[in-house]
């Protein structure tokens, strides 16, 4: 192989590096976010928002090496499949990232008056969540299309306890309106959990794509 070809090859490994670390950094701003919010803990929610930065510099230098090979490489077949799938789910990951931050925005405004321990279903969605981002991480590194349809199955039971969750908070503030204020933004959460697993779904429509050269509607 040629230098110019063993060089390319490389820069191609590097960007599945940076992906696969952009997915490491995503899921502890996850998983950091909903146990703030759990313990009530500003000062985790806190480093979320703070560490959010790490995420943003790594999704930009993501996006600068894909367009970088796109212009420089001329990739064909299945590289530049590759390539316009990194920079698809870049852009996904990089909108869990910011999902995250709102769930810390909002411990760190919260009064903490509605518990979210008495809303189990809270945590257990992100706990999904973060299931399913690995393995959409695993289907990415194996290039294994049929991995990434099945993490989408997780993605009805992550809409099954939306619903309850929503249900559960509306009785909370019907029963108690001085609660209103303090039992909205745990809508909010709970919408951006039940969002960022629709995007782990997008991950895995572009996976698929990268792989078998076609598209697939999943979510």
Same mark, same amino acid.
């Given at each position: 192989?040629?230098?110019?070809?063993?060089?390319?090859?490389?820069?191609?490994?590097? $960007?599945?590096?940076?992906?696969?670390?952009?997915?490491?950094? *995503?899921?502890?701003?996850?998983?950091?976010? *909903?146990? =703030?919010?759990?313990?009530?803990? #500003?000062?985790?929610? !806190?480093?979320?928002?703070?560490?959010? /930065?790490?995420? %943003?510099? $790594?999704?930009?230098?993501?996006?600068?090496?894909?367009?970088?090979?796109?212009?420089? /490489?001329?990739?064909? +077949?299945?590289? $530049?499949?590759?390539?316009?799938?990194?920079?698809?789910?870049?852009?996904?990951?990089?909108?869990?990232?910011?999902?995250?931050?709102?769930? =810390?925005?909002?411990? *760190?405004?919260?009064? %903490?008056?509605?518990? #979210?321990?008495?809303?189990?279903?809270?945590?257990?969605?992100?706990?999904?969540?973060?299931?399913?981002?690995? /393995? =959409?991480?695993?289907?990415?590194?194996? %290039?294994?299309?049929?991995?990434?349809?099945?993490?989408?199955?997780?993605?009805?039971?992550?809409? =099954?306890?939306?619903?309850?969750? !929503?249900?559960?908070?509306?009785?909370?503030?019907?029963? %108690?309106?001085?609660?209103?204020?303090? +039992?909205?933004?745990?809508?909010?959460?709970?919408?951006?959990?039940?969002?960022?697993?629709?995007?782990?779904?997008?991950?895995?429509?572009?996976?698929?794509?990268? *792989?078998?050269?076609?598209?697939?509607?999943?979510?």
């Amino acid at each position: 192989m040629s230098p110019y070809r063993e060089r390319y090859r490389r820069e191609l490994e590097v $960007l599945k590096t940076d992906a696969e670390e952009l997915v490491d950094q *995503v899921d502890l701003a996850v998983a950091k976010s *909903v146990e =703030a919010l759990r313990e009530y803990d #500003v000062t985790k929610a !806190r480093d979320v928002i703070r560490d959010d /930065q790490i995420i %943003n510099d $790594l999704s930009l230098r993501i996006e600068k090496r894909c367009m970088q090979l796109l212009a420089l /490489q001329q990739p064909m +077949a299945k590289d $530049l499949r590759l390539i316009v799938a990194t920079l698809k789910i870049g852009i996904d990951l990089e909108r869990i990232g910011d999902m995250a931050v709102d769930i =810390a925005r909002i411990v *760190v405004h919260s009064k %903490n008056k509605v518990h #979210v321990k008495n809303l189990k279903n809270i945590p257990r969605m992100a706990e999904i969540s973060r299931e399913m981002l690995a /393995q =959409a991480n695993k289907a990415f590194k194996e %290039n294994d299309a049929d991995l990434a349809r099945e993490t989408t199955k997780w993605d009805y039971e992550v809409d =099954a306890l939306y619903q309850k969750v !929503r249900d559960a908070l509306l009785k909370i503030i019907g029963g %108690n309106p001085d609660l209103i204020e303090d +039992a909205t933004p745990l809508l909010l959460v709970n919408k951006h959990l039940e969002r960022i697993a629709d995007h782990i779904c997008n991950i895995c429509e572009s996976i698929i794509y990268m *792989v078998e050269a076609k598209r697939e509607h999943l979510n």
